[in-house]
């Protein structure tokens, strides 16, 4: 199935929906209340295997700077947040990997009513995928530099009913067009244009449990590489639960597919859910771990799709007022799928964060991170280290 006002390389909504953003958003400013949020981070650190590599590991020192801006003015119908990031890294042996990575991302809503909000959000971002990681995976010495991606995006919805109501509707639809600006000569057919219609609905049965109902549809067209168009229809039904400020549950489960416009390719189905769980044992100590299954982009030239499962558990705890550490450790379990096999991709990775906050607008933090990748196929399995000191100022 395709959507004419998707067709081709045609961007009218993503465009439309920017420049109503822009023009709704005027109107917040005449009489409304600001607050402006501007930090900038310095850090320092060593990555003991750079490249990703299975043996002959590489290290290098690196050194990031990072500044983020938060935007947001309010009044009594209306909200206009603009976010926006930009970090750049310097890495001492390998020149060639020095990179920026910006977003842009502003978002509006308005409210009819108690009950009733229109929502709007716009997308702009470039991201960089380091040698030896995605595309490049287990061929990092092939390359001079990573691949470099643009992500343009935008989205509108609307919600009918709160946290008070019997039940709760909301519907939205998001399209995103993305591409490697980077060895284009291969990377031109993972070209994407994602159109996503989605909508949920909460109805109470008692107190704060909601019985759940969540439909998506997305059409998801490569202009280069029209074989691989697709359309994807996904159903979950679950509970939502929240009795006290101690817990929170969501949980979904359900069906989804996906239905290739060539015929020649075989359409393919799996059994989806969604998991998020956060427990609160006390005011210091907070508790999450989320967990999903999905079909998703493979982002690889000789895949067209993956079955990707996804769980995670992250713990923050404040010792003081001033010091407080915060430890993740997930686990992605990647199955990429082409008419001709399976490869089965493991990654594990875990973070230990230690912050320090020197004062209102001064945070010291040191964080360790580690990556590892266990495959079915080939030889790239690798571990990866990195520990940094870093700095923080909110201005």
Known sequence: MKLPLYSGNNSFLLTSLLVACGCLSSQVFAESEKK??????????YIDNFLYQTRNEQGTAFYNLSSALDLEVKNNQSVFNIDGTIDSFIFQDFDDDNHTDFTLKPTYQYKFA???RLYMSGLWQNQYAYRGTGLSLGEA?????GDKKAIKGAGVGFEYGND???GKLNVEVNYNESEFTTRRALTNQLDSEVTHIKSSFDYLL????????????QMIEFPNATLSNRDSLTGLVGVKWQTTVISELSFLVGYQNLEFENNSAADDDAFK?????TWRPSDFTTVHAVSNRKFDESNRLTNSYRLAENYQVDIAHAFTDSFNVFVAVS???????TPESQQDENYLSSKIVLNYQRSERVNYHLRYQHKSLDANYADIDYQYNSLTLGMTIHL
């Open 331 to 337: 686990l992605n379990r990647d199955r990429f799928i």
């Open 206 to 217: 008692s107190g704060k449990t909601y019985l759940a109902f969540d439909v998506g549809y």
């Open 164 to 166: 008070d109501s019997q």
């Open 141 to 145: 010495n092939a390359l001079t530099e």
């Open 36 to 45: 402006l949020d501007f930090k900038l981070s310095a850090d320092a650190g």
């Open 273 to 277: 859910w969604r998991f998020d769980y």
């Open 114 to 116: 108690q009950n009733q």
